[in-house]
């Protein structure tokens, strides 16, 4: 399946143009502007020999150490390289060599462009479901990332145990990937063309809830989900019958309960993220206005202010005292059943 994988990327689909649906493709012109500024920095064909499905570019990243799984013609390693900072320093993976030759020509008139004396990319030629077998240590990565690949992983449940393993304690996995409304037909799986597409391996939502569960992010959140249409009615006709979706997922590595708990807790943002003046959103229910406190869950508590984000904000409150799961509100006709987070 993975030499399938690599055919696919490396020899059949040359370029943005050669996809046959829509699906593992996003639109330029929907992304943030700054990060439309950085593009025009990147050479042509970085861009053109790119495939993604979203904008996974986290805030406060200056100085950190970036990994990009599935980076491809390292296009969002280049963003992230102007991101960062010449301090800072970013990892692309991929184990399509032709892709991996395409970013490696252009390191260091990529470095020129961007006024660096010191080289802050690097690419390695490797699968992301073993991450140590090229030197990636225990710990050492400040922020993950990855742009519609882990659902090409035949082995899914090994990629999310090596980012769990590899982040920094506080580290965060941000990621876009098409996932599915339900599981794909075992007989599809094996199509090198709905595999290639980011169809057939694509997760079920409450499969990798499940996952991620097992491997230690007991809690994550999406910062966007949009239906993916495929565009395409020949692939239609053999899966069509699967509902498809982009999402944006955000999750750290921290000791986090399984739903949100409520302990009093207040945070208040400082507005100081840059880019972000009046309000941060740390997901899609969760928007902090400049110095308004909210009432937030421990897992909450803990994303904003056990993190790199930290400093942007104060948060009042610990866990000594616990007032059950965050919004419920039992009474004795109506015991707490642990219903979900409302924070």
Same mark, same amino acid.
């Given at each position: 399946?993975?030499?399938?994988?690599?055919?696919?990327?490396?020899?059949?689909?040359?370029?943005?143009?050669?996809?046959?649906?829509?699906?593992?493709?996003?639109?330029?012109?929907?992304?943030?502007?700054?990060?439309?500024?950085?593009?025009?920095?990147?050479?042509?064909?970085?861009?053109?020999?790119?495939?993604?499905?979203?904008?996974?570019?986290?805030?406060?990243?200056?100085?950190?150490?970036?990994?990009?799984?599935?980076?491809?013609?390292?296009?969002?390693?280049?963003?992230?390289?102007?991101?960062?900072?010449?301090?800072?320093?970013?990892?692309?993976?991929?184990?399509?060599?032709?892709?991996?030759?395409?970013?490696?020509?252009?390191?260091?008139?990529?470095?020129?462009?961007?006024?660096?004396?010191?080289?802050?990319?690097?690419?390695?030629?490797?699968?992301?479901?073993? !991450?140590?077998?090229?030197? $990636?240590?225990?710990?050492?990565?400040? @922020?993950? &990332?990855?742009?519609?690949? #882990?659902?090409?992983? %035949?082995?899914?449940?090994?990629?999310?145990?090596?980012?769990?393993?590899?982040?920094?304690?506080?580290?965060?996995?941000?990621?876009?990937?098409?996932?599915?409304?339900?599981?794909?037909?075992?007989?599809?799986?094996?199509?090198?063309?709905?595999?290639?597409?980011?169809?057939?391996?694509?997760?079920?939502?409450?499969?990798?809830?499940?996952?991620?569960?097992?491997?230690?992010?007991?809690?994550?959140?999406?910062?966007?989900?949009?239906?993916?249409?495929?565009?395409?009615?020949?692939?239609?006709?053999?899966?069509?019958?699967?509902?498809?979706?982009?999402?944006?997922?955000?999750?750290?590595? !921290?000791?986090?309960?399984? $739903?949100?708990?409520?302990?009093?807790? @207040?945070? &208040?943002?400082?507005?100081? #993220?840059?880019?972000? %003046?009046?309000?941060?959103?740390?997901?899609?229910?969760?928007?902090?206005?400049?110095?308004?406190?909210?009432?937030?869950?421990?897992?909450?508590?803990?994303?904003?202010?056990?993190?790199?984000?930290?400093?942007?904000?104060?948060?009042?409150?610990?866990?000594?005292?616990?007032?059950?799961?965050?919004?419920?509100?039992?009474?004795?006709?109506?015991?707490?059943?642990?219903?979900?987070?409302?924070?």
């Amino acid at each position: 399946m993975l030499n399938d994988l690599k055919e696919y990327y490396g020899q059949i689909i040359k370029s943005v143009d050669d996809l046959k649906t829509s699906t593992c493709s996003c639109d330029a012109n929907s992304l943030p502007a700054e990060i439309k500024e950085i593009l025009t920095e990147i050479d042509d064909e970085i861009i053109e020999k790119f495939y993604g499905c979203g904008s996974p570019i986290p805030p406060v990243l200056n100085g950190k150490t970036v990994l990009d799984l599935g980076c491809g013609s390292g296009r969002d390693v280049y963003i992230f390289s102007k991101i960062v900072g010449e301090a800072g320093n970013v990892i692309g993976v991929d184990m399509t060599k032709e892709q991996l030759d395409v970013a490696n020509k252009y390191v260091k008139p990529q470095m020129e462009k961007f006024g660096y004396k010191r080289t802050n990319v690097e690419f390695k030629l490797g699968y992301i479901e073993d !991450l140590k077998a090229i030197w $990636i240590a225990d710990n050492s990565i400040d @922020v993950i &990332t990855s742009n519609c690949v #882990i659902n090409l992983s %035949p082995d899914k449940k090994s990629v999310f145990k090596e980012i769990f393993r590899v982040l920094k304690p506080g580290g965060e996995l941000y990621f876009s990937d098409i996932f599915s409304g339900r599981r794909v037909p075992d007989a599809l799986k094996s199509d090198p063309v709905l595999r290639g597409e980011c169809l057939s391996g694509a997760m079920y939502v409450e499969d990798f809830r499940r996952l991620m569960t097992e491997v230690g992010f007991a809690d994550y959140r999406l910062t966007e989900s949009v239906r993916s249409p495929i565009n395409n009615p020949e692939i239609e006709a053999k899966i069509g019958m699967v509902d498809y979706y982009s999402m944006t997922v955000r999750a750290f590595k !921290l000791d986090l309960e399984d $739903i949100c708990e409520d302990y009093g807790q @207040v945070a &208040t943002y400082k507005g100081t #993220i840059s880019g972000h %003046p009046h309000f941060f959103d740390l997901d899609d229910h969760h928007r902090f206005f400049t110095g308004k406190p909210m009432l937030v869950c421990g897992n909450t508590a803990a994303m904003v202010g056990d993190t790199r984000f930290g400093e942007h904000f104060k948060v009042s409150g610990d866990k000594s005292v616990h007032f059950g799961a965050f919004g419920a509100v039992p009474t004795e006709e109506t015991p707490n059943d642990g219903g979900g987070c409302g924070c």
